[in-house]
C-alpha cells in the first residue's frame, strides 16, 4: 500500500518560513518525480513545486520562485519543500504528490499523479 505523509505545516506570521516534509513507502521512490500542489479555500489545486526523480532538475511556480525550495532525498524516500518568505495568500493545503508521467519542463499536472498525500494545513497570519 502506497503512502506519502507530509508532515510541517502550522500557523506561521508572514515573512516566516516553514519546512515540509513527505515520507513515502510502498512504492519505489526513485522511480517517481514528486511535487508539491497546494489549495486555499474555495480555489483550484495548483502545482507549487516539482523535483525530478534523480536530485537536479527542479520547477517552481512564478509565485514562489526564490523563495520556496524542494529537494529529496532517495535513501530515506522523502522529499521536502523549504518555504520562506511566507505571504498570507499562501494559506492552504499543501499536498505532496508522486507523478505517473511528467515531461521534461517538470510542469506536474493533477492529473499525472499517481499518489497524493493526505495534505498539511500552512497557515500564514498578517
Known amino acids: 500500500q502506497v503512502q506519502l505523509v507530509e508532515s510541517g505545516g502550522g500557523l506561521v506570521q508572514a515573512g516566516d518560513s516553514l519546512r515540509l516534509s513527505c515520507a513515502a513507502s510502498g512504492l519505489t521512490f526513485s522511480n517517481y518525480a514528486m511535487g508539491w500542489f497546494r489549495q486555499a479555500p474555495g480555489k483550484e489545486r495548483e502545482l507549487v513545486a516539482t523535483i525530478a526523480r534523480s536530485p537536479g532538475s527542479t520547477y517552481f511556480a512564478n509565485s514562489v520562485k526564490g523563495r520556496f525550495t524542494i529537494s529529496r532525498d532517495n535513501a530515506k524516500n522523502a522529499v521536502y519543500l523549504q518555504m520562506n518568505s511566507l505571504k498570507p495568500e499562501e494559506t492552504a493545503v499543501y499536498y505532496c504528490?508522486?507523478?505517473?508521467?511528467?515531461?521534461?519542463?517538470?510542469?506536474?499536472?493533477?492529473?499525472?499523479?499517481?499518489?497524493w498525500g493526505q495534505g498539511t494545513q500552512v497557515t500564514v497570519s498578517s
Open positions: 504528490a508522486a507523478f505517473r508521467v511528467i515531461g521534461t519542463t517538470l510542469i506536474g499536472r493533477a492529473e499525472d499523479v499517481a499518489y
